[in-house]
C-alpha cells in the first residue's frame, strides 16, 4: 500500500524559505518510471503544479516559480524534499505531495502552509 | 502556463449523466495523451479518476470514463449520484512546459 505524508512549518513569514518534506512508503522512488510530485491549492482556489522528480533524477518545475522552487529525493529515506524560496501571502495554500506512475495516483493528506507576519 | 478551461459548474439530478469539458490547445490536450482527472471532496486531497485520457486505475467505479477530441477532453459521469458530488480538475501534459497544466476546476451538484 503506498502512502505519503508531507510535513513542515505551518506558519512562515514573508521572505522565508519554506522547506516541505514527504515521506512516502510502499514504493522506491528509484524503480523506473516512478515520480514525486507537488502541487499547492491556494484556499478556495484551483490546484497548481509546483514540481515533479522522477526516479532517475529527471527535475521538472512550474516556469512561473522555477526561480523559487528546488525539488529533491533522499531514496535511502523515502523522501522528497520542496524548498521555496522569498515566500509571499499569495503562497498560503494546502501544499501537496503524490505519487506519480500513471497520473499522479495516490496523494498524501495534504499540509496547510500560512505565510503572515 | 495557461491553465486548462473548465467549466465553473455542472449539475444534474441523481441517475442522469453529465459531462465536464476540458478545453486547451493543441500544445497540450490536443498534442498529446496525457490528460488525467481528479475528484476532490471539500477539505480532502484530490483522487485520481482518469489517466491517459480514457484509463480508470483499479477502484475507480465504471460510471466515470474519459474521452477526447480535437483539444478538449471529457469526463463523463453516468449513474450520477450524491457521492459524486464534488470538484473535478483535469491535467494535461504540456510541450509548454517541463510540467504538467491543471484546468480551473469544475463543481459537480447533484440536484
Known amino acids: 500500500q503506498i502512502t505519503l505524508k508531507e510535513s513542515g512549518p505551518t506558519l512562515v513569514k514573508p521572505t522565508q524559505t519554506l522547506t516541505l518534506t514527504c515521506t512516502f512508503s510502499?514504493?522506491?522512488?528509484?524503480?523506473?518510471?516512478?515520480?514525486v510530485g507537488w502541487i499547492r491549492q491556494p484556499p478556495g482556489k484551483a490546484l497548481e503544479w509546483l514540481a515533479l522528480i522522477y526516479w532517475n533524477d529527471d527535475k521538472r518545475y512550474s516556469p512561473s516559480l522555477k526561480s523559487r522552487l528546488t525539488i529533491t529525493k533522499d531514496t535511502s529515506k523515502n523522501q522528497v524534499v520542496l524548498t521555496m524560496t522569498n515566500m509571499d501571502p499569495v503562497d498560503t495554500a494546502t501544499y501537496y505531495c503524490?505519487?506519480?506512475?500513471?497520473?499522479?495516483?495516490?496523494w498524501g493528506q495534504g499540509t496547510t502552509v500560512t505565510v503572515s507576519s | 502556463q495557461s491553465a486548462l478551461t473548465q467549466p465553473a459548474s455542472v449539475s444534474g439530478s441523481p441517475g442522469q449523466s453529465i459531462t465536464i469539458s476540458c478545453t486547451g490547445t493543441s500544445s497540450d490536450v490536443g498534442g498529446y495523451n496525457y490528460v488525467s482527472w481528479y475528484q476532490q471532496h471539500p477539505g480532502k486531497a484530490p483522487k485520481l479518476m482518469i489517466y491517459d485520457v480514457s484509463n480508470r486505475p483499479s477502484g475507480v467505479s465504471n460510471r466515470f470514463s474519459g474521452s477526447k477530441s480535437g483539444n478538449t477532453a471529457s469526463l463523463t459521469i453516468s449513474g450520477l449520484q450524491a457521492e459524486d458530488e464534488a470538484d473535478y480538475y483535469c491535467?494535461?501534459?504540456?510541450?509548454?512546459?517541463?510540467?504538467?497544466?491543471f484546468g480551473t476546476g469544475t463543481k459537480v451538484t447533484v440536484l
Open positions: 491535467s494535461s501534459y504540456t510541450s509548454s512546459s517541463t510540467l504538467e497544466v
Open positions: 510502499g514504493f522506491s522512488l528509484s524503480t523506473s518510471g516512478v515520480g
Open positions: 503524490a505519487h506519480r506512475r500513471y497520473g499522479m495516483d495516490v
